[in-house]
Structure formats: C-alpha cells, structure tokens
C-alpha cells in the first residue's frame, strides 16, 4: 500500500520560512515522479512544484519561482518543499503527490497518490 506523509506545516510570519517534507512508502520512490500542490479556502487545488524521478527536471508555479525550491532525496524517500519570503498568499493546506511516470508533471490529474496534506498559515 502507497503511503505519503507530509509535515512540516505550521504558522510563520510574512517574510518567514518554512520546510515541507513529504516521506513515500510502499513504492520504490526512484521510479516516480513528485509533485506539491496546496489548496486554500474556497479555492481549487493548485500546482507548486514538481520534480522528475532523479531530480533533474523541475517545474514551480509562476507565483513562487526565486522563494520556493523542491529538492528530493532518493536514499530517504523523502521530497521537500523549501519554502522561502513567505506571503499571506501563500496560506492553504499543502499536499505531496506521486505520479507512476517518471517524468514531472503540473497536471493534477496526472497523479496516482496524494498525501493528507499539512496546514501552512502565513501570518501578516
């Protein structure tokens, strides 16, 4: 069974940081591709950022490109999200996603896994 477990989360003030980590069992975690999105009130689930199976290729969201960075580590199973100059924008519930190709995707639909997501709240 596919298990993803984000944490991380937390309330911080604008400007602040804040590191996401999101661990994968249950499928060997160099043979997917992984994803964040978050979702905030009232709104639709949105793309962050993705990233291919070895690293080499990522993709971000107009609205963070130069504040945040995905990065992965394969010997950990673990992808994070680095999360930098926080807005109040920036405030929803983020979830990690994997995809079975290895190639990195900002299409939601394009994801087979999804964890339950952890709660960013940026504070003015």
């Known amino acids: 069974q596919v298990e993803l477990v984000e944490s991380g989360g937390g309330l911080v003030q604008a400007g602040g940081s804040l590191r996401l980590s999101c661990a994968l069992s249950?499928?060997?975690?160099?043979?997917?591709?992984m994803g964040w999105f978050r979702q905030a009130p009232g709104k639709e689930r949105e793309f962050v950022a993705t990233?291919?199976?070895?690293?080499?290729?990522?993709y971000y969201a107009d609205f963070v490109k130069g504040r945040f960075t995905i990065s992965r580590d394969n010997a950990k199973n673990t992808v994070y999200l680095q999360m930098n100059s926080l807005k109040p924008e920036d405030t929803a519930v983020y979830y990690c996603?994997?995809?079975?190709?290895?190639?990195?995707?900002?299409?939601?639909?394009?994801?087979?896994?999804w964890g339950q997501g952890t709660q960013v709240t940026v504070s003015s």
């Open positions: 249950g499928r060997t975690f160099s043979s997917v591709a």
């Open positions: 996603a994997a995809r079975g190709g290895q190639f990195a995707s900002a299409n939601k639909n394009r994801y087979d896994y």
């Open positions: 990233i291919s199976w070895d690293g080499g290729t990522t």
